[in-house]
């Protein structure tokens, strides 16, 4: 046996090598960059949360909770998740920091996240989000801005006439 055989990465889970990283690298500096000077702040969550946080956020019906979430228990007995999604993370942290008192908060996060889904093309268990997320803001504007940082991020990276925008 060789070292290939004993040892490989989880399947759906893919490693980024040095020949794609310089295209992995363009793409968050284009989402970051941009998302800066739409006025947007960085929040960095945990990758591990409690499970509650999910099945309450998402719904404890749904099929990224009955099937798709890698959950476990840790030594203390805590029902814990990697994270599915992005969304529930950000809000959680929010709301537990005190940052929804104030009007108007502007937040983009990155990073991994995790589903038990069955691989095939185009998923993977463990993927990559970006998100913008906004807190307080009231006004129809809001809507007409996620879409032209949208349209921006897309001319950015030459794909505006590859790509195509569906609302349901």
């Known amino acids: ?5 004993n040892i490989a990465s989880i399947r759906g889970m893919h490693d980024i090598t040095p020949a794609n990283t310089l295209k992995w690298q363009r793409l968050e500096n284009t989402l970051i960059e941009t998302a ?4 947007y ?3 960095r ?5 409690n499970s509650n946080l999910f099945k309450r956020s998402i719904g404890q019906e749904t099929d990224i909770v009955n099937k798709e979430m890698y959950s476990f228990q840790d030594k203390n007995g805590d029902e814990l998740t990697l994270r599915p999604e992005g969304t529930a993370s950000c809000v959680r942290a ?9 009007p108007g908060q502007k937040i983009w996060y990155l990073g991994p996240m995790f589903r038990h889904e ?3 093309r185009g998923r993977t268990r463990q993927f990559h989000q970006f998100g913008l997320e906004t807190f307080g803001i009231t006004q129809a ?8 940082y949208c349209t921006l ?3 950015k990276l030459g794909i505006a006439d590859k790509v195509q925008l569906e609302i349901n």
Request: no cysteine; charged share 30%; net charge negative.
């Open 1 to 5: 046996m060789t070292l290939k055989d």
């Open 36 to 39: 800066k000077a739409f006025g």
């Open 41 to 43: 702040k960085e929040i």
């Open 45 to 49: 969550t945990p990758i591990v949360e």
């Open 94 to 102: 929010m709301a537990q920091h005190s940052l929804l008192r104030s």
């Open 118 to 120: 069955r691989p095939q």
């Open 141 to 148: 504007s809001i809507e007409l801005e996620l879409l032209s």
């Open 153 to 155: 991020i897309w001319e």
